[in-house]
C-alpha cells in the first residue's frame, strides 16, 4: 500500500491484472461493456481490444463486394 491509497486500496479488493485477457497487452482500464446487447471487451471502455469476439480483428479474410447503383 503506498502513502496515498487508491480507491482499491480503501474497498480491500484483490487486485487485478494490468494485462488485456483478451490479447495480453498492458491496459490496466480494461473494461467489458454492453453494445447492442453483446458484451464487448475494451481496453479503455473506449477502444475495442483487436482480438475481441464480437468486434475484434478477424483472422480470416472477406471477400469484398460491390455493388453499382443503376
Do not use: K
Amino acid at each position: 500500500m503506498s502513502l496515498y491509497p487508491s480507491v482499491l486500496d480503501l474497498l480491500d479488493t484483490p487486485a487485478r491484472s494490468a494485462a488485456c485477457p483478451g490479447c495480453g497487452a498492458t491496459a490496466p482500464a480494461w473494461t467489458r461493456v454492453t453494445v447492442d446487447g453483446l458484451r464487448v471487451l475494451t481496453h479503455d471502455g473506449d477502444v475495442i481490444c483487436p482480438e475481441d469476439r464480437n468486434f475484434g480483428a478477424s483472422a480470416q479474410p472477406a471477400p469484398v463486394r460491390l455493388e453499382v447503383a443503376a
